[in-house]
């Protein structure tokens, strides 16, 4: 049986996924805090403090990441 394709992100949620696997595997194991990961976006003066919070939003809510404990991993 095929597996269900990732649902589409925006183009904001997809530049925002592009800057944080380059931030995230450095902690593989520890993840990386979500206020940290929303600081990074917008330190990087590429997103607003709310887009930063939908990308990561929605990067959580279709599975692109996910949260244990405050801290964000990329889904592998």
């Known amino acids: 049986m095929p597996q269900n394709p ?3 992100l925006s183009a ?23 206020d940290e990961a929303h600081q990074f976006l917008v330190d990087d003066e590429a997103f607003s403090h709310k887009q930063a919070e939908r990308a990561i939003h929605q990067l959580l809510m279709r599975g692109y990441l996910y949260e244990v404990e405050g801290q964000l991993f990329v889904t592998p």
């Open 6 to 8: 990732r649902t589409p």
């Open 12 to 34: 904001t949620a997809k530049e925002a996924l592009e800057y944080l696997t380059d931030a995230i595997p450095d902690r593989e194991e520890q993840g990386c805090p979500r």
